[in-house]
């Protein structure tokens, strides 16, 4: 399965013009605070190209801005190559270090991580400017969508370390979470400095939308990771499941990896089609009514941004007899240790 493989979205978005001053920001910090430990992991991180995605997902961010949401957008990602499939003696510390990560929204904005590792320390700084002049609403909301996500990724290092294999409607649910989108888009206000109206976040419409648009970008992450994963021997990716649970050829797999990707995308696309009527049955307002669509843009934002960078970045293309292909190969996720106290 290429990492090309191409899907036919009708809306285009923005990019941010900040990439340049935000980049060279951003990755000085990755070095200061320890997030990468030697030169073949700060390569390898660089050639991952986040500022690009950064730009992407979100580009409506003040230059200032794009430099925390870039140190924001590494977190998640390196932490997720500390989950080693050849090391299921580390599913302690992980989720040690996971339930420092939640903990973090929930305690005053700058307290010191409990757990001191070079994740948690970035971590704890990164969301001190992340919640500035948000809501406690928003706050909250954000830190759910957060635990959500690394409780998920904890639950996948247990079922790892057991062999479990999951079956479609399971593993469906469950990449819902893993993706990690439906905090991503709440970044997306932050981003802007709006926030959705509460009435409208928990309307079925709305839900399903984000929904929709977390299982669009999940699917197609599994599609374009696919090779990378399989040489890591990692189970949950969609095409793996349904070769598992259908008894087909990775061919096979593929192909409806792709039919359910382009199905939830149009599920999408009629969520987004309903909410005119939405903002109608709740009577809002103008001004209202233009924060539900910049949180529709948010959410369109991941959705073609994420696919425009997944087209080209370093993460998941073969480099062969790299060092990362190497660490791969021996089900080693990360060339560097993250979660060892600083």
Excluded at 2 to 24: C, M
Excluded at 78 to 84: A, G, N, P, V, Y
Aim: with cysteine; hydrophobic share 40%; net charge negative.
């Amino acid at each position: 399965m290429p990492q090309d493989v191409r899907f036919d979205l009708p809306f285009t978005t923005p990019v941010s013009e900040h990439l340049a001053y935000a980049r060279e920001q951003h990755l000085q910090w990755v070095r200061e605070m320890g997030l990468v430990r030697s030169q073949a992991g700060f390569e390898e991180y660089v050639s991952w190209d986040l500022p690009q995605a950064a730009i992407r997902t979100y580009p409506h961010a003040s230059a200032d801005d794009m430099v925390v949401l870039m140190n924001w957008f590494s977190l998640a990602f390196l932490f997720d190559d500390q989950f080693d499939t050849g090391r299921p003696d580390r599913a302690d510390r992980i989720a040690e270090v996971a339930r420092e990560l939640i903990a973090t929204p929930l305690r005053p904005a700058g307290s010191e991580p409990r757990v001191l590792c070079p994740i948690t320390v970035a971590w704890a700084e990164v969301w001190a400017q992340l919640s500035d002049g948000m809501s406690l609403a928003w706050r909250t909301r954000f830190a759910a969508s957060w635990g959500r996500f690394l409780v998920a990724h904890s639950e996948e290092v247990d079922l790892a370390a057991r062999g479990a294999a999951l079956g479609l409607e399971e593993y469906t649910d469950f990449r819902r979470r893993t993706v990690g989108i439906h905090h991503s888009i709440d970044a997306g206000e932050r981003s802007r400095r709006f926030e959705v109206p509460a009435q409208v976040q928990a309307h079925p419409v709305m839900i399903g939308l984000r929904d929709a648009a977390a299982d669009t970008i999940g699917f197609m992450n599994d599609i374009h990771s696919f090779e990378r994963e399989k040489r890591r021997g990692d189970g949950h990716n969609l095409i793996v499941v349904l070769r598992h649970e259908r008894g087909c050829s990775w061919e096979e797999a593929a192909d409806d990896a792709i039919r359910m990707t382009t199905e939830r995308l149009s599920d999408y696309l009629e969520y987004e089609a309903q909410v005119p009527a939405m903002c109608d049955e709740l009577n809002l307002s103008e001004a209202d009514r233009d924060l539900v669509w910049m949180g529709v843009e948010a959410a369109r934002h991941w959705i073609n941004g994420n696919y425009e960078w997944a087209l080209t970045t370093g993460r998941y293309a073969a480099v062969k007899d790299s060092p990362a292909a190497v660490a791969e190969e021996q089900g080693r996720g990360s060339l560097d240790d993250l979660l060892t106290a600083v």
